[in-house]
């Protein structure tokens, strides 16, 4: 007798798309960083950056449509996340997760070996995504924002 298999159902996250960002991106990351974070970057900061051979950033689209994006900046064996923004009505379903890790991989097949990044002290989801991620605390940066916000310094080895 055969049995049947149930066929795997794709998660939402699933049917989620990464690729490589590209300059004509910019617009667009500035609009959803615009949305998401006090200290976002203007358009042409995006462009700018995204134009560098120092750049490796990811999007994550649906249907089209820009959703989420990470940005690191590489420097020989180590790289900053500069940014990782996920929109608002697909957060905690794993897609940052996705993104960094996916990033991540990109970067240490290059030979990165760690990766650092600044985060609000009071930015708890980011804080619970870089701690899932193995990313630890090195220092706080007092005053870092232009609010007056300390930052933490995190860094994780690859």
């Given at each position: 007798?055969?049995?049947?298999?149930a066929?795997?159902?794709?998660?939402e996250?699933?049917?989620?798309?990464?690729?490589?960002?590209?300059?004509?991106?910019?617009?667009?990351?500035a609009r959803?960083?615009?949305?998401?974070?006090?200290?976002?970057?203007?358009?042409?900061a995006?462009?700018?950056s995204?134009?560098?051979?120092a750049?490796?950033?990811?999007?994550?689209?649906?249907?089209?449509?820009?959703?989420?994006?990470?940005?690191?900046?590489?420097?020989?064996?180590?790289?900053?996340?500069?940014?990782?923004?996920?929109?608002?009505?697909?957060?905690?379903r794993?897609?940052?997760?996705?993104?960094?890790?996916?990033?991540?991989?990109?970067?240490?097949?290059e030979?990165?070996?760690?990766?650092?990044?600044?985060?609000?002290?009071?930015?708890?989801?980011?804080?619970?995504?870089?701690?899932?991620l193995?990313?630890?605390?090195s220092?706080?940066?007092?005053?870092?924002?232009?609010?007056?916000?300390?930052?933490?310094?995190?860094g994780?080895?690859?």
């Open positions: 007798m055969r049995t049947r298999r066929r795997a159902v794709p998660s996250v699933d049917r989620i798309s990464l690729r490589a960002a590209r300059v004509g991106d910019a617009r667009e990351l959803l960083a615009d949305a998401l974070l006090p200290e976002a970057w203007s358009v042409e995006f462009a700018t995204l134009a560098s051979d750049a490796r950033a990811l999007v994550a689209e649906e249907q089209g449509a820009l959703v989420a994006f990470a940005l690191a900046r590489r420097a020989a064996d180590e790289a900053e996340l500069l940014t990782l923004c996920v929109d608002p009505a697909h957060q905690g794993g897609l940052g997760r996705r993104l960094a890790e996916t990033l991540f991989a990109q970067l240490r097949a030979g990165v070996r760690r990766v650092h990044l600044e985060v609000r002290g009071s930015n708890a989801a980011a804080r619970a995504l870089y701690d899932a193995g990313f630890r605390e220092r706080r940066r007092a005053g870092y924002y232009r609010d007056g916000e300390d930052a933490l310094e995190l994780v080895a690859l």
